[in-house]
């Protein structure tokens, strides 16, 4: 049987259930490999908001750049032609685990193209 908290009086019978969410993002802790060797080497780092009175909280989001999308290191600096984009900067940037909506000039479509454009761009 499925059912609201807010409405118990409307109950649906069901056979089977699916688990439709994405659990919070925190680099932090992931098992991913390279997450982790990123993090390990100072090559990355969790994304930080910073409040007016001087604290700071430190969110579960990979940390990059606003303008290229590039990886910020542990000191700070941008990691040059190393590009995170999707659910990982999450709470960096928001909205990055839904689809794009047609017929509009998507955020997550122009940050894909924008990694695009640097990366066939690059050159030494």
Same mark, same amino acid.
């Given at each position: /049987?499925?059912?609201?908290?807010?409405?118990?009086? @409307?109950?649906?019978?069901?056979?089977?259930? =699916?688990?439709? +969410?994405?659990?919070?993002?925190? =680099?932090?802790?992931?098992?991913?490999?390279? =997450?982790?060797?990123?993090?390990?080497?100072? /090559?990355? +780092?969790? @994304?930080?908001?910073?409040?007016?009175?001087?604290?700071?909280?430190?969110?579960?989001? /990979?940390?990059?750049?606003?303008?290229?999308?590039?990886?910020?290191?542990?000191?700070?600096?941008?990691?040059?032609? #190393? @590009? #995170?984009?999707?659910?990982?900067?999450?709470?960096?940037?928001?909205?990055?685990?839904?689809?794009?909506?047609?017929? #509009?000039?998507?955020? +997550?479509?122009?940050?894909?193209?924008?990694?695009?454009?640097? /990366?066939?761009? @690059?050159?030494?």
């Amino acid at each position: /049987m499925a059912y609201s908290e807010l409405f118990p009086e @409307y109950k649906v019978p069901v056979t089977g259930v =699916i688990e439709a +969410r994405l659990a919070s993002i925190d =680099i932090r802790i992931s098992k991913n490999p390279l =997450i982790q060797d990123l993090l390990k080497t100072g /090559m990355a +780092r969790p @994304y930080e908001l910073h409040f007016k009175d001087g604290s700071t909280e430190q969110l579960g989001a /990979m940390d990059v750049t606003t303008e290229t999308a590039e990886l910020i290191d542990n000191d700070g600096t941008p990691v040059p032609n #190393v @590009y #995170v984009c999707g659910i990982t900067t999450e709470g960096r940037h928001w909205l990055t685990n839904g689809s794009p909506i047609p017929s #509009v000039n998507d955020v +997550r479509l122009r940050m894909a193209d924008m990694i695009a454009n640097q /990366m066939m761009t @690059y050159s030494e």
